[in-house]
Nanobody, 118 residues
Framework: VQLQASGGGLVQAGGSLRLSCAASGSIFGINDMGWYRQAPGKQRELVAE???????NYVDSVKGRFIIIRDNAKTTAYLQMNSLKPEDTAVYYCNVKWSIGDLNFDYWGQGTLVTVSS
């Protein structure tokens, strides 16, 4: 599975950005898709995820501000980030959980930098 992430950039506090993550390759085994982030000096954390069934999960700090959606083909996930705060500044990584039978893999996209200025 190959993941192509895009959409990062520089935005002022209160602004919005949308991240995209497009999966290709062995997409038939894709289950959950999500976004993680890692700020300087901090551990990588889950931001939001969406299951193959459409259920979503968010870290508390982004609830009510971020929305994760998945296209009908279930191969692209979008993270709509609204009301951005300087503390949202991080490198954001797309993640896909893939499984077929007893095989389970985590795939990661290249990071995309989100910088929120105060």
């Amino acid at each position: 599975v190959q993941l192509q992430a895009s959409g990062g950039g520089l935005v002022q506090a209160g602004g919005s950005l949308r991240l995209s993550c497009a999966a290709s390759g062995s997409i038939f085994g894709i289950n959950d898709m999500g976004w993680y982030r890692q700020a300087p000096g901090k551990q990588r954390e889950l931001v939001a995820e969406v299951t193959s069934g459409g259920s979503t999960n968010y870290v508390d700090s982004v609830k009510g501000r971020f929305i994760i959606i998945r296209d009908n083909a279930k191969t692209t996930a979008y993270l709509q980030m609204n009301s951005l705060k300087p503390e949202d500044t991080a490198v954001y990584y797309c993640n896909v959980k893939w499984s077929i039978g007893d095989l389970n893999f985590d795939y990661w996209g290249q990071g995309t930098l989100v910088t929120v200025s105060s």
